[in-house]
């Protein structure tokens, strides 16, 4: 490392610093509590070739993903003409996109009137038009689920902010207000990006820029590769379900065969299931996405780059056809549940290479629940809420309770800010559910419950969920969580709903949402008594369940 | 007379005035196992004449110490069925790194057993939708009673808007058990997001009974001395408050030794005639940056503390892991890094001698050529040069020592570069017409350089720099912050509404109770606003009594237009908090005193490394310089708590008041 290669990384930081600079702009001036609270979204800058060189951290879905769409664009779009004001847009997840709801804007930046790269951002937006506010649970092709935007060459000045762009994508929307918002605060991101790279590429000059974002690839490559090889040679399988889509009635298989090869890898999805004629295709974009993130999140190293350089090393073979890369027009709008899936199956295979360092399954999937009320005088209520659950327990580690997915990193809305905003519902509880945990030398973490109540008619309840069937499974040795459910509680009735479904609700129904927990990692019975005699004194667990999975610890004094 | 005492990790550091209004300075080591008594060594130390002493004006880490280390009291929550799980379910998101399948949330301030549910409810708007079930109460209490709980904190949904529950609760618990503490989120923290809120609430109940006992014990340790005035505390504000205040607000004392420094560099730059500046104070395992427009230093209403949220008005500061115990490593990738890692004060770099062996920050300064060994700390504790040059011979990257070392300076300065890019630029500022005011140990050796970086042409080092936070206690405004929670939209009626509340009053009310006449004191007004539909609010302040829905509009999106970068002209606007704040200015007169010139036969010429290149230096004392004089570089001044750095094409003048400005030429 010489001097030079000092002030390459000076700069490398300081592109780092212009991406989150962008992402906290685009939070902190969103409107939708999806972009605002959940921080469904991701910034990035992107070299002129359309490689990202830094992502903020905010969603590991996204990882990955916009370069994708950078390149379909290119593909489809003359790029010849562009200027100052020229910006890409699109939402098609056949296109690079993830699901319609990610409108992604990217800009050049120019210095010296040279391009030297591009910003882009993706947003998830709250309502995309289609069959249904928010999410559209019937859809069996892709038009039912909202708006298509292809890569779209557009000028921002004369297409957005009233524009004709702007004006037809908002007249397919149910909530053009928020849109409109969060729309806006994507442009003052890439804005803000734009002004940072001009101002770094004068400071600098702008060659050594250009050189700094090739640098900090290959400079990510090395430590990735690093990393990665501290995985031994081999080949494993593993596999993972979701529950059932739609329309069927059966478990959907994912298939991951892994092979490392000397700090690089392959990942090969021969073998899943066929696509489905409904929301739960995973686009090849959220695939790509999570099997990177599957690989990352077990490295020791947490401190490498998010950029694109991540997946050089990471060949990832995912058949057309199959719900890991479904075929044009097929709906993708719930493709995360099986992007979880991708993680589950890669870190199956991997947990026989390295048993040590992957955890026992987390409840490992997103739960997207929707109230939606038509108001009698025009314009659509829409209360959408993003949920995580309880984290699997590994070697020295007891998984984390009530958190937002590893694919994700939502935040929930304060209660006092939902029952502000929707005075239509009220929150009744919002806590930990006992014993949802798996049992395990190290327990996984718990899930959650929330009972929501509706003080009005005409409220149409939608939502996936995940792990209503199949449970997050144990590792060596450890026990399984508890699944999930959904009822709805009508007087003295008990309405007990599946994974997914669509309810019109009366004025004074309780929705109960209740999310797994993570399961468990080694023998129940190697758990320390004090683990468990803490666990049973902070009400995690019940007497009984001590008594069914530790009974060691019973014979121990200081359990009673 | 005005004394201020400032309690730090290594040393307490003591300031007063004499009669004269002259500066006195006295530093003694801290006592970690006993705190208060370093301030009563202090005071002897420095032979303050207490009897005489009118406002002793104290800085403390007690409350963040304890938060910190999770010994507080044993706290208990009350709050509203079905929300036992607020503060462990938190935010429900990963902040840190979202890459990893093994994510630790914050610790909790209080044991989950302790949290208990009380059947009640009151709605968005205010509204009590169950009656509060005192019989069922009752027996929560005294659960936490009967195991030994001594602080309780009160934390209900929406009790911003409508506090009478905690209210009786309060009087309840306090009924049973005059001697618990108790905190109500309706006083501690008024305002919406009931995670913040409780969390705010029960750390304030946890530090609450430490501070209390901390500070009655010095209290009682000054007045056995004959110090008869009243004890002030310094706050994250930037401003002090009564000592029997602390105990109900112990959440404002987070923090709060940064915000007196930067407190202080308002007091230095306004007496040399500047007016914007960024501050820059480098310890031994960071520095803090803070922004000062027209030396008006920006607040959050936020702090983190340990990843725990706490809501409390503080100096908007971005702290980056770079101070002079910070470690110089290569990752796998093949590039440097330096911090957060630091050795800290033990063992300390390696050139302490004290057993640390790892390149520090220090260490680098010492090999480049910066630092004399024989000179540090006015000769009083002696550098090993040896042994920073073997823990740099450990550090595997190609190159000379000096070269290794260079690239560790250039990568801090690079670093702190980007801090003061965040407290501006990212702020809608253009730092190039701002003055950099550097302090701390390390400040006045990065400034200029980091002035560079960012096209800042001027750099005040002010009198004596290692102990700016001390004297910012000397020379702090009392300074109180009022919130309260309206969200409502900004209309004529709306505005009435919170001008008839009048937080002013309150302030008025408070300032009474203080014992201040009218017209002694300030009350600014202020309200946070957003668009309808944010997340985010802005504050404005403003005079509440002459402003009117449209003039709040217009400077509203002016702030928004500078941060964000557009303005939704068609949208309401709500009103989120109505703020005040009562400062009472403290009109001290203060001389710091020169010490006196000694013959120029004391500079020398040295090489030192810079930026890649080895230059002559001049190296002298600081005190060599004389009022009006300017030296150019490369030199360095040395003084005994710091080391100034003048680059090449920079000037250093010693001004009219003693403080010594760096210039670009």
């Known amino acids: 490392m010489s001097a030079d290669q000092t002030k390459l990384a000076i700069l490398a930081n300081a592109i780092r610093a212009i991406a989150n600079e962008m992402g906290a702009i685009l939070v902190r001036s969103a409107f939708s509590t999806i972009v605002r609270e959940a921080r469904d979204c991701s910034t990035a800058i992107l070299d002129a070739h359309g490689n990202v060189v830094s992502q903020a951290e905010m969603i590991p879905i996204h990882n990955g993903g916009l370069s994708e769409a950078f390149r379909a664009s290119v593909a489809q779009l003359d790029l010849t003409t562009i200027g100052p004001t020229s910006a890409i847009l699109l939402n098609d997840p056949y296109a690079g996109g993830q699901h319609l709801n990610d409108f992604i804007i990217f800009q050049p930046v120019f210095a010296e009137n040279v391009l030297i790269g591009w910003v882009g951002n993706t947003a998830h937006h709250l309502d995309v038009g289609g069959g249904g506010a928010g999410i559209n649970i019937d859809a069996a092709e892709l038009l039912q689920e909202g708006i298509v935007i292809p890569p779209l060459l557009i000028d921002v000045e004369r297409d957005l902010f009233g524009g004709a762009i702007d004006r037809l994508i908002f007249a397919n929307v149910r909530t053009p207000d928020i849109g409109r918002g969060d729309f806006y605060a994507q442009v003052a991101a890439n804005r803000t990006g734009i002004e940072r790279l001009q101002d770094l590429a004068k400071r600098h000059g702008r060659d050594l820029v250009v050189h700094a974002m090739a640098e900090t690839l290959d400079y990510t490559e090395r430590r990735m590769r690093a990393a990665i090889a501290t995985i031994p040679n081999g080949t494993w399988t593993g596999e993972a379900c979701i529950d059932a889509d739609v329309r069927g009635d059966v478990p959907l298989k994912v298939v991951a065969t892994v092979t490392v090869a000397d700090g690089t890898m392959v990942l090969d999805f021969t073998g899943t299931a066929p696509e489905v004629r409904s929301m739960f295709n995973s686009s090849k974009s959220s695939s790509l996405a999570a099997a990177?993130?599957?690989?990352?999140?077990?490295?020791?190293?947490?401190?490498?780059?998010?950029?694109?350089?991540?997946?050089?090393?990471?060949?990832?073979?995912?058949?057309?056809?199959?719900?890991?890369?479904?075929?044009?027009?097929?709906?993708?709008?719930?493709?995360?549940?099986?992007?979880?899936?991708?993680?589950?199956?890669?870190?199956?295979?991997?947990?026989?290479?390295?048993?040590?360092?992957?955890?026992?399954?987390?409840?490992?999937?997103?739960?997207?629940?929707?109230?939606?009320?038509?108001?009698?005088n025009g314009g659509t209520r829409i209360y959408a809420d993003v949920l995580g659950g309880g984290y699997g327990g590994a070697p020295q580690y007891d998984g984390a309770h009530a958190l937002a997915g590893v694919l994700s990193s939502s935040r929930n809305t304060p209660i006092e800010s939902i029952e502000q905003i929707?005075?239509?519902?009220?929150?009744?509880?919002?806590?930990?559910?006992?014993?949802?945990?798996?049992?395990?030398?190290?327990?996984?973490?718990?899930g959650f419950a929330r009972a929501i109540q509706v003080l009005e008619d005409n409220v149409v309840l939608s939502y996936y969920?995940?792990?209503?069937?199949?449970?997050?499974?144990?590792?060596?040795?450890?026990?399984?969580?508890?699944?999930?459910?959904?009822?709805?509680?009508?007087?003295?009735?008990?309405?007990?709903?599946?994974?997914?479904?669509?309810?019109?609700?009366?004025?004074?129904?309780?929705?109960?949402?209740?999310?797994?927990?993570?399961?468990?990692?080694?023998?129940?019975?190697?758990?320390?008594?004090?683990?468990?005699?803490?666990?049973?004194?902070q009400g995690l667990i019940t007497p009984e369940f001590a008594r069914a999975h530790y009974a060691h610890a019973f014979k121990s004094a200081r359990v009673a | 007379m005005q004394v201020g005492v400032e309690i730090g990790g290594t040393f307490t550091d003591l300031v007063w005035v004499d009669d004269r209004g002259v500066v006195v300075v006295g530093k003694v080591p801290s006592t970690p196992s006993q705190v208060h008594k370093a301030v009563e060594n202090a005071v002897d130390h420095a032979a303050v004449p207490l009897r005489q002493v009118t406002r002793f004006a104290h800085g403390s880490t007690i409350a963040t110490n304890a938060l910190i280390t999770r010994r507080g009291a044993r706290t208990g929550l009350l709050t509203t069925k079905g929300f036992r799980d607020i503060i462990e379910i938190g935010l429900h998101d990963r902040v840190g790194n979202i890459y990893t399948a093994f994510y630790h949330k914050p610790r909790a301030p209080v044991d989950r057993r302790f949290i208990r549910e009380i059947r009640e409810r009151v709605d968005g708007s205010g509204h009590v939708v169950e009656e509060l079930d005192e019989e069922a109460a009752r027996r929560e209490v005294q659960f936490l009673l009967d195991n030994g709980v001594t602080s309780i904190a009160i934390c209900l949904m929406h009790a911003y808007r409508n506090g009478a529950h905690e209210e009786r609760l309060r009087e309840m618990v306090l009924a049973m058990s005059p001697t618990t503490r108790v905190g109500c989120s309706s006083r501690v923290s008024p305002e919406f997001r009931e995670y913040e809120r409780t969390v705010t609430t029960v750390v304030n109940s946890f530090v609450s009974p430490v501070v209390v006992d901390y500070i009655d014990r010095l209290d009682r340790g000054l007045t056995e001395r004959g110090c008869r005035s009243g004890l002030q505390i310094m706050q994250s504000n930037g401003g002090i408050m009564p000592a029997e205040a602390a105990g109900d607000n112990a959440v404002r004392m987070l923090l709060s030794g940064p915000a007196a420094g930067v407190q202080a560099a308002t007091w230095f730059a306004r007496r040399n005639g500047i007016n914007d500046i960024i501050t820059i104070d480098m310890g031994g395992t960071s520095t803090d940056v803070a922004v000062a427009p027209m030396l008006e230093p920006r607040v959050v209403q936020e702090l983190t503390v340990d990843d725990l949220p706490i809501r409390t008005t503080a100096l908007d500061m971005v702290t980056v892991g770079a101070g002079g115990g910070s470690i110089a490593t290569l990752d796998s990738g093949g590039f440097l890094n330096v911090g957060p890692a630091s050795a800290g004060a033990e063992p300390g770099p390696a050139c302490y001698g004290r057993g640390g062996t790892l390149p520090t920050v220090t260490?680098?300064?010492?090999?480049?050529?910066?630092?004399?060994?024989?000179?540090?700390?006015?000769?009083?504790?002696?550098?090993?040069?040896?042994?920073?040059?073997?823990?740099?011979?450990?550090?595997?990257?190609?190159?000379?020592?000096?070269?290794?070392?260079?690239?560790?300076?250039?990568?801090?300065?690079?670093?702190?570069?980007?801090?003061?890019?965040?407290?501006?630029?990212?702020?809608?500022?253009?730092?190039r017409d701002f003055t950099l005011v550097a302090y701390g140990g390390g400040g006045p050796?990065?400034?200029?350089?980091?002035?560079?970086?960012?096209?800042?042409?001027?750099?005040?080092?002010?009198?004596?720099?290692?102990?700016?936070?001390?004297?910012?206690?000397?020379?702090?405004?009392?300074?109180?912050?009022?919130?309260?929670?309206?969200?409502?939209?900004?209309?004529?009626?709306?505005?009435?509404?919170?001008?008839?509340?009048?937080?002013?009053?309150?302030?008025?009310r408070y300032a009474a109770s203080l014992g201040l006449t009218k017209g002694s004191y300030d009350v600014q007004t202020g309200l946070d606003l957003r668009y309808a539909g944010q997340g985010f609010e802005l504050t404005v302040w403003v005079e509440l009594a002459q402003t009117s829905p449209q003039a709040l509009r217009t400077v509203f999106e002016n702030l928004h237009r500078e941060r964000y970068g557009y303005v939704r002209s068609n949208l309401p606007v709500q009103i989120v908090n109505a703020r005040a704040r009562l400062t009472r200015k403290n009109e001290l007169n203060v001389i710091t005193p020169k010490e006196n010139v000694s013959p120029r036969a004391s500079r020398e010429t040295c090489d030192i490394v810079l930026r890649g290149k080895r230059v002559a230096a001049t190296f002298m004392a600081r005190s060599d310089l004389d009022f009006g004089e300017t030296v150019s570089g490369p030199a360095i001044l040395e003084e005994p708590t710091t080391t100034t750095l003048v680059p090449p094409t920079w000037t250093a003048r010693c001004c009219d008041s003693g403080d010594l400005l760096l210039e670009k030429k």
């Open chain 1, 292 to 376: 990177i993130s599957a690989v990352r999140c077990l490295l020791a190293d947490k401190d490498i780059p998010a950029n694109d350089a991540c997946n050089r090393l990471i060949d990832i073979r995912l058949p057309e056809g199959t719900i890991v890369n479904p075929r044009r027009g097929r709906p993708v709008r719930a493709r995360i549940a099986v992007s979880y899936r991708v993680l589950d199956a890669i870190h199956e295979a991997l947990g026989q290479a390295v048993p040590d360092r992957v955890p026992a399954q987390g409840f490992n999937s997103t739960t997207g629940l929707y109230l939606v009320q038509e108001r009698p």
């Open chain 1, 465 to 537: 969920s995940e792990h209503f069937r199949y449970p997050p499974r144990g590792k060596a040795g450890g026990r399984d969580a508890a699944r999930a459910s959904l009822k709805v509680i009508r007087g003295d009735e008990v309405i007990d709903l599946p994974t997914t479904a669509l309810m019109t609700l009366q004025k004074g129904d309780i929705v109960q949402l209740t999310v797994g927990g993570g399961a468990g990692w080694g023998d129940p019975a190697e758990r320390l008594a004090e683990l468990v005699e803490r666990d049973l004194e």
């Open chain 2, 363 to 431: 260490d680098a300064q010492l090999i480049a050529g910066l630092l004399r060994p024989s000179h540090f700390f006015a000769g009083r504790m002696k550098l090993d040069i040896e042994a920073a040059k073997a823990a740099f011979a450990s550090l595997p990257m190609p190159g000379e020592l000096a070269e290794k070392a260079d690239s560790v300076l250039q990568m801090v300065n690079g670093n702190m570069a980007a801090a003061v890019r965040l407290v501006s630029t990212a702020r809608g500022i253009d730092p």
């Open chain 2, 445 to 508: 050796l990065h400034a200029a350089m980091v002035a560079g970086e960012v096209g800042i042409n001027q750099v005040l080092v002010p009198w004596s720099p290692g102990i700016t936070s001390a004297f910012g206690l000397l020379i702090a405004d009392l300074k109180v912050d009022f919130v309260k929670a309206r969200l409502q939209a900004l209309t004529d009626e709306t505005l009435a509404e919170v001008r008839a509340a009048d937080l002013a009053a309150t302030c008025d």
């Open chain 1, 422 to 446: 929707h005075p239509h519902i009220r929150m009744l509880r919002y806590a930990l559910v006992q014993d949802s945990c798996g049992a395990g030398k190290w327990r996984g973490g718990l």
